[in-house]
């Protein structure tokens, strides 16, 4: 089983920045380890859907970017640490929410990564809370 924690939630000024980690351990059941994984970012404000932020797919680490994040935020990993990052610059007041890293180690449609259906294995999430 993969166990994913993430780290680097706070309160900040608009226009600040912040850098989310996300450690994993664990093997997914047919034995995948973190560096064979399809990787995201999701975030969840109150009120309204989950919704994905960034990922990166598991073959060639293409990356994914909702236009809202575009050109501020950046998923990057270490696969010597099991480690995924999100490094949010520029932060407004609309990107508060839970932020929840997600992966998942089978092969599945892009188009599926854009979704909670994508992914097997979750966070707890950590809050975002950028103040105008």
């Known amino acids: 089983q993969v166990q994913l924690v993430e780290s680097g939630g706070g309160l900040v000024q608009a226009g600040g920045s912040l850098r989310l980690s996300c450690a994993a351990s664990?093997?997914?059941?047919?034995?995948?380890?973190?560096?064979?994984?399809?990787v995201g970012w999701f975030r969840q404000a109150p009120g309204k859907e989950r919704e994905v932020v960034a990922f990166m797919a598991r073959i060639d680490s293409s990356t994914y970017y909702a236009d809202s994040v575009k050109g501020r935020f950046t998923i990057s990993r270490d696969n010597a640490k099991n480690t995924l990052y999100l490094q949010m610059n520029s932060l407004r007041p609309e990107d508060t929410a839970v932020y929840y890293c997600?992966?998942?180690?089978?092969?599945?449609?892009?188009?599926?990564?854009?979704?909670?259906?994508?992914?097997?294995?979750w966070g707890q999430g950590t809050q975002v809370t950028v103040s105008s």
């Open positions: 997600a992966a998942d180690g089978r092969s599945r449609m892009w188009a599926a990564r854009l979704t909670t259906h994508g992914y097997d294995y």
């Open positions: 664990g093997r997914t059941a047919s034995g995948g380890t973190f560096s064979s994984y399809a």
